[in-house]
């Protein structure tokens, strides 16, 4: 916690600890800070308030619907109340993950209603194994009512294999499980977008988008005849051959402007949004749930995408995509990069393609799969080391997204990276 050390007794334990521990509520802070922790201002107020009856103990439930089940969503729900029996309205409320009694992970953050009253509905994508997870929601304090942490709640999952679903006589074929804990279904759309990317790479244009429509009927077909309760990841390999149609002319036509992307772009936000809605995706799930995480990264973001900028450009030595060096040609395509192309394929490959292939295979694997897949789509280049470039870009991109699991921070990367790309040629060209 931010603050400066208090200074300790001779044995070591802060004043605002023993104080604590003489009112009974050091477990409370040890639970939340550590034993070793030292405390705030505002921290070591609350405990001396309360240590002299001034703060008013809380409670908190929490609650599991269901605790053991099949599916992907479930609920934990609860209620905060003062030690008199009254609700509080509108108090921070954290839930974190502690399978891990060392390392808790923060998952999620609402406020409690009128009476109390909060709720998480989270989701889990690992499939294949029943997993069991252990969480606790903790609510922050005021100046007249403590802190509040409740017990902890298992959750288990267990995994839904074909015969437990109406279409039973399909269920063997659907359970099969062939390299990296994927199914045939799922392996052979990702060969048909490979095999349609290098058609592309080897100039068959034609025959390249024809595979890719092909693998949007085959996962139309499989997803209505299979019943298949695994949606996001195929989806998500089916947005990817809609987007390789939709910008098939970034491959055919000599001349591309900012405008073009822009309208590209922008009609594939509809297919991604409409699949965020529907795996009702949070603001965690998104990688936007912390703003202050954001803005610190930032900065980092935009000079290692710059530096990435450089390099692709000496790959490619490729045109400008403004006309002249204005103010007003570079804010448009910031604006184009940064909203419509940056924001657009790491909503695609991070969240909604790299998110499930990493609970289904593991970090390792899930990465360079989509980084891969990343590379692939760059082959209207036809160029060997932009491919080379784009899967280790992707490999960047990836692991930034599944370690700091913050969206702005790949955006930025990636938009910078682009903004040098198709900015700077046009002081060469002149």
């Known amino acids: 916690m931010p603050g400066e050390p208090e200074q300790s007794q001779s044995d070591g334990t802060s004043t605002s600890h023993k104080v604590a521990r003489a009112s009974g509520q050091a477990d409370l802070f040890e639970g939340a800070y550590g034993t070793g922790a030292t405390y705030s201002a505002s921290e070591r107020s609350l405990v001396q ?39 509080l309205v509108g108090v921070p409320v954290v839930l974190y993950k502690t399978d891990d009694p060392t390392n ?31 969480y606790t929601v903790c609510a922050e304090g005021r100046s007249k009512y403590s802190r509040a942490q409740s017990p902890e709640v298992l959750v288990t999952r267990h995994f839904l294999r ?18 990296f804990n994927l199914a045939w279904y799922e392996l052979f759309s990702i060969s048909l977008i490979l095999a349609g990317e290098g ?35 195929l989806q998500a390999l089916a947005l990817i051959s809609v987007f390789r149609v939709v910008n098939l002319s970034f491959a055919l036509v000599p001349i591309v402007t900012i405008y073009w992307l822009a309208a590209i772009y922008g009609v594939m936000y509809l297919p991604i949004i409409l699949l965020i809605v529907q795996e009702k995706l ?21 000079v290692i995408g710059a530096a990435f900028g450089f390099i692709e450009y000496y790959i490619l030595t490729n045109n400008a995509l403004i006309p002249n060096a ?7 395509l910031s604006i184009v990069m940064i909203f419509f192309v940056a924001l657009g394929e790491e909503l695609l490959f991070r969240v909604l393609l790299q998110s499930p292939l990493i609970e289904r295979t593991g970090a390792i694997a899930g990465i360079l799969i989509t980084s891969v897949i990343f590379g692939a789509m760059h082959s209207g280049y036809a160029n060997g080391y932009e491919l080379l470039f784009a899967i280790g870009a992707g490999i960047i991109f990836g692991v930034a997204f599944y370690k700091t699991k913050n969206l702005a921070f790949v955006v930025t990367i ?9 900015g700077m040629p046009i002081f060469f060209t002149h």
């Open 199 to 233: 058609l592309l790479f080897a100039g068959h244009h034609l025959l390249g988008v024809g595979v890719q429509a092909l693998n949007i009927v085959v996962v139309a077909i499989i997803v209505v005849t299979l019943q298949v309760e695994r949606l996001q990841l």
């Open 104 to 134: 808790k992970v923060r998952v999620a953050t609402t406020v409690t209603d009128a009476s109390g009253h909060y709720q998480f509905t989270l989701r889990l994508f690992r499939y294949g194994v029943a997993t069991t997870h252990a």
């Open 162 to 179: 074909l015969r437990d679903v109406r279409r039973t006589a399909l269920a063997p074929a659907t359970r099969t499980r062939t390299g």
């Open 326 to 332: 204005s103010v007003l040609q570079f804010i448009q």
């Open 282 to 302: 949070n603001r965690h799930d998104l990688g936007i749930d912390n703003v202050r995480r954001s803005v610190e990264l930032l900065p980092f973001g935009a």
């Open 414 to 422: 990636h938009a910078a990276n682009n903004i040098i790309l198709f």
């Open 49 to 87: 308030r309360r240590a002299k009856g001034g703060v008013t103990p809380t409670t908190i439930t929490a609650t599991v619907t269901p605790p053991e089940f099949v599916g992907r969503a479930f609920t934990i729900a609860g209620q905060l109340a003062s030690g008199g029996g009254a609700h």
